[in-house]
């Protein structure tokens, strides 16, 4: 398994602003969760007495709560994404972290679209909070420094990270691309576990109910159909197993069928901003999870395309002699002096060399 840590200055650089961004966002995001708690005791012990309109505006804070909890549940992913990013020299999961960002920032304008800008009655209360204000446009300018950073980062980290995909698979064009489409494959897969998961949450917690048959079908259908196609995705993609991968890129077309369907359903003229109106204070972050959905959907159908394209093609028995050549070098690897220079005049024992191993020929 490769270094946890990597040891080029610039990708521990890239670590350290990526763990102190989410421990920015995570504090920042706990706070404006302590903030919207408050309002709810507000709105127990001051306003709304009729036991009705209470209920339902305690409904919309529960909701708004749990919103802040995915958004730290995104950072604690990111952090994964990027480390495993480096861990495996992947140039292709650093920029999806970047999108994942951009993807966070939209969730973030959203969010203070419907507090300040369109207020449903629940986010009402928070007009004239001063501290919920003044955070929500906080996480928003950080955000936007964030990107810009990580872009910076990314920029140059992909100079240092290039290299090892070349002395990977060698100098072969046909292989590098079919590589590059494995990897995008693969991040995508990732990706789609949060939000298909995020959305699975919002749906299930959030707006069916236990008497609502759609819950059922929720619960017993889509989620076990989503856990398949994604454990099956990865599966046939690592394997080359081409039938199944074919099977899993028909579903996953479509289920493209299903998210019109929900989309169709939230934007029903009969519920918009009717009473009972069960999207009511989500409906913005809803459909930007739909959305976002179903443009990893059909992403990861056109990668799934182009990978099945790619199959017989040696590129898995280039990553499994690449494996087998990192354990070789692992359980092989012999000391050099430190005082041996190569060539170039550094020291043999700087990690910036290849590896001299006992069946290497000088």
């Not at 354990?327 to 290849?354: C, I, M």
Request: glycine letters at 4%; hydrophobic letters at 50%.
């Amino acid at each position: 398994m490769p270094a946890l840590l990597p040891n080029a200055g610039i990708a521990r650089v890239y670590v350290f602003a990526v763990l102190v961004l989410a421990f920015v966002f995570i504090m920042a995001e706990a706070y404006i969760l302590y903030l919207t708690k408050q309002g709810e005791k507000t709105i127990a012990t001051n306003q709304w007495q009729i036991p009705e309109v209470q209920d339902a505006v305690s409904s919309s804070i529960t909701t708004y709560m749990v919103y802040n909890v995915l958004f730290i549940l995104a950072q604690a992913y990111i952090i994964f994404l990027c480390l495993e990013a480096l861990m495996y020299k992947n140039t292709i999961q650093v920029i999806a972290v970047l999108v994942f960002y951009i993807v966070c920032q939209t969730y973030t304008a959203a969010r203070y679209i419907s507090f300040y800008v369109l207020p449903s009655l629940a986010a009402r209360i928070f007009l004239r909070d001063r501290n919920m204000q003044l955070m929500q446009v906080s996480v928003m300018a950080m955000y936007a420094i964030a990107l810009v950073s990580l872009v910076v980062l990314s920029y140059k980290l992909k100079k240092d990270v290039g290299w090892s995909v070349f002395r990977k698979l060698g100098a072969d064009i046909s292989l590098h691309r079919a590589y590059a489409w494995h990897q995008c494959l693969t991040i995508l897969l990732k990706i789609d576990i949060y939000f298909v998961g995020s959305y699975l949450v919002q749906m299930t917690a959030l707006i069916l109910k236990a008497d609502d048959i759609e819950t059922w079908l929720q619960i017993t259908v889509f989620i076990p159909f989503c856990i398949v196609i994604i454990v099956g995705a990865f599966y046939a993609l690592h394997g080359e197993r081409r039938r199944l991968m074919i099977a899993i890129a028909t579903c996953i077309f479509l289920s493209l069928g299903y998210f019109i369907f929900k989309i169709v359903r939230v934007c029903d003229s009969s519920i918009v901003n009717k009473p009972g109106d069960p999207y009511a204070d989500n409906r913005p972050f809803i459909m930007i999870t739909i959305v976002t959905c179903m443009l990893l959907v059909i992403a990861t159908g056109l990668a799934s395309i182009k990978c099945i394209e790619n199959f017989d093609s040696g590129l898995k028995e280039a990553i499994a002699y690449d494996e087998m050549r990192i354990r070789h070098q692992k359980l092989y690897a012999t000391p050099v002096p430190a005082a041996e220079k190569h060539e170039s005049g550094r020291l043999l024992s700087d990690p910036t060399l290849p590896t001299r191993d006992r069946f290497t020929l000088d």
